[in-house]
């Protein structure tokens, strides 16, 4: 069972940094994206960002201003958001796959002031 633990959320003002964390309990096969998701009240889980050793994906909306690491060694990922907005506001989850199977994080809650 791959457990996935997410750290670094908070509130902020617009403008401002933050950088998230996760790991994972298992090793992930560097073929394997690892990822960060979001989901706003009231709208659909979404794709941030995403890593693997042949791919980096970013959504429209956060690219310039996130950036997507990974450690591959120690199998964890982290997001380093600059410049955030308000509309940023969400739940980020730490997500995963491992044998085709997908993991997610509990989530942790991001929070951008006007």
């Known amino acids: 069972q791959v457990q996935l633990v997410e750290s670094g959320g908070g509130l902020v003002q617009a403008g401002g940094s933050l950088r998230l964390s996760c790991a994972s309990s298992q090793m992930i096969f560097s073929v394997n994206a690892m990822g960060w998701y979001r989901q706003a009240p009231g709208k659909q889980r979404e794709l941030v960002a995403s890593?693997?050793?042949?791919?980096?994906d970013y959504a429209d909306s956060v690219k310039g201003r996130f950036a997507i690491s990974r450690d591959y060694a120690k199998s964890t990922v982290a997001l380093q958001m600059d410049s955030l907005v308000p509309e940023d506001t969400a739940v980020y989850y730490c997500?995963?796959?491992?044998?085709?199977?997908?993991?997610w994080g509990k989530g942790i809650q991001v929070t951008v002031s006007s």
């Open positions: 997500n995963t796959a491992r044998y085709g199977i997908q993991h």
């Open positions: 890593i693997s050793s042949t791919s980096t």
